[in-house]
């Protein structure tokens, strides 16, 4: 890896942010604060809230075993994507490279901070490897996107692609773990450590049922995290939210609750929409929603948005031509999903 200093843009680097009321003073005995130009009437809503969410994080850091300076909390990991660009990516100069398919949020950041997008095909099992996107790389390469599991596949990527990567990629490896609570295998905050170019992004939006209070976690070194919490917005995430986190990290034995029926959900589902007259194949997945080739994806989603249900269409998605992702729901969903695709029949659909 390159020195941090050397990835980071030089003006993020000698950036010197923005100092809040709430960061010069945050110590807990004072009662009478008339620094930030407050409201004194409706409370709680009238203070602004921790900037750096220091009772919310020490809770993160014990469900994930991580430091609290390990984490960064934003608007969604969208907010962490696009930070990640405006940090080390020069405009018109750096670039990234990126499997494909995956996220498209990732292209989407690029092209709001004018930084090329580099996509590398994935294979036949939607599996990359890491000597192809080290060769779609440069030096002006700062950041490789890898999501795991990937979406709009839902498979995990090769573990060891992962670990070649990082330990022969000059730049940093983001790895996208939004669906890890339904995979088989540990996530990389285990190994978080021992990676100073790697950051993990999870989010409050899928296992956890938040994606309503808009909540995104990414875990690096305090080095490379400090430089996030220097170009976030002061006050990037709002009292109700944390506080929402807060509520929802002690009660986390639900998430688990949730996690464990929607994995018997998944398969059950997948085993009897195998066996619909319109599915073809069924790609392997370890996330809440699996990828379908089917005989007409166009023609089955409109089908289904007239019964009500909607899924999404990814045939326009490289690889994924005729291809459905379906969310699992609950049982009377999927069963509504079921019966909706057994009376189907694509002659009387034209
Ligand atoms: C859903 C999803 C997210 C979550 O984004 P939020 O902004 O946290 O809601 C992140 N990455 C991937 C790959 C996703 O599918």
């Given at each position: 890896m390159k020195s941090l200093q050397e990835l980071t843009r030089p003006n993020i680097w000698n950036l010197k942010p923005y100092s809040s009321a709430r960061d010069e003073y945050s110590g807990a005995e004072a009662s009478v604060f008339l620094d930030a130009n407050e409201n004194p009437y409706n409370h709680p809503n009238n203070r602004y809230p921790d900037p750096l969410q220091h009772e919310l994080k020490s809770i993160i850091a014990s469900?994930?075993?991580?430091?609290?300076?390990?984490?960064?909390?934003?608007?969604?990991?969208?907010?962490?994507?696009?930070?990640?660009?405006?940090?080390?990516?020069?405009?018109?100069?750096?670039?990234?490279?990126?499997?494909?398919?995956?996220?498209?949020?990732?292209?989407?950041?690029?092209?709001?901070?004018?930084?090329?997008?580099?996509?590398?095909?994935?294979?036949?099992?939607?599996?990359?490897?890491?000597?192809?996107?080290?060769?779609?790389?440069?030096?002006?390469?700062?950041?490789?996107?890898?999501?795991?599991?990937?979406?709009?596949?839902?498979?995990?990527?090769?573990?060891?692609?992962?670990?070649?990567?990082?330990?022969?990629?000059?730049?940093?490896?983001?790895?996208?773990?939004?669906?890890?609570?339904?995979?088989?295998?540990?996530?990389?905050?285990?190994?978080?450590?021992?990676?100073?170019?790697?950051?993990?992004?999870?989010?409050?939006?899928?296992?956890?049922g938040c994606a309503a209070i808009r909540l995104g976690m990414a875990f690096a070194s305090p080095q490379i995290i400090q430089i996030l919490n220097k170009i976030k917005y002061p006050y990037n995430v709002n009292r109700l939210t944390q506080h929402e986190a807060i509520l929802m990290s002690q009660k986390h034995y639900e998430v688990q609750r949730w996690v464990k029926s929607l994995l018997e959900e998944r398969k059950r589902l997948i085993d009897e929409f195998s066996a619909l007259d319109c599915c073809l194949h069924i790609y392997p997945t370890e996330a809440n929603f699996f990828l379908a080739k089917v005989t007409d994806a166009k023609q089955i989603y409109e089908y289904l948005v007239?019964?009500?249900?909607?899924?999404?269409?990814?045939?326009?998605?490289?690889?994924?031509?005729?291809?459905?992702?379906?969310?699992?729901?609950t049982r009377p969903e999927n069963d509504a999903l079921l019966e909706a695709l057994k009376q189907f029949h694509p002659s009387q659909a034209l």
């Open positions: 469900v994930k075993k991580v430091r609290t300076e390990e984490i960064f909390l934003g608007n969604g990991s969208d907010e962490a994507i696009d930070l990640v660009f405006r940090a080390f990516c020069r405009p018109g100069v750096d670039n990234v490279v990126a499997i494909d398919p995956t996220y498209g949020m990732y292209q989407v950041c690029a092209d709001v901070n004018d930084v090329e997008y580099r996509k590398v095909l994935l294979d036949k099992d939607f599996q990359f490897k890491a000597a192809d996107l080290l060769a779609a790389s440069d030096e002006h390469t700062k950041l490789i996107f890898l999501c795991s599991p990937n979406n709009p596949t839902g498979n995990t990527l090769n573990r060891k692609e992962i670990y070649s990567l990082l330990s022969d990629f000059q730049g940093i490896v983001v790895l996208d773990e939004a669906y890890i609570d339904f995979a088989n295998q540990p996530s990389f905050l285990e190994e978080l450590s021992e990676h100073p170019n790697l950051i993990v992004l999870h989010t409050f939006s899928k296992a956890w007239q019964q009500g249900i909607i899924v999404r269409n990814r045939t326009h998605i490289a690889l994924c031509h005729n291809c459905l992702r379906i969310t699992i729901g």
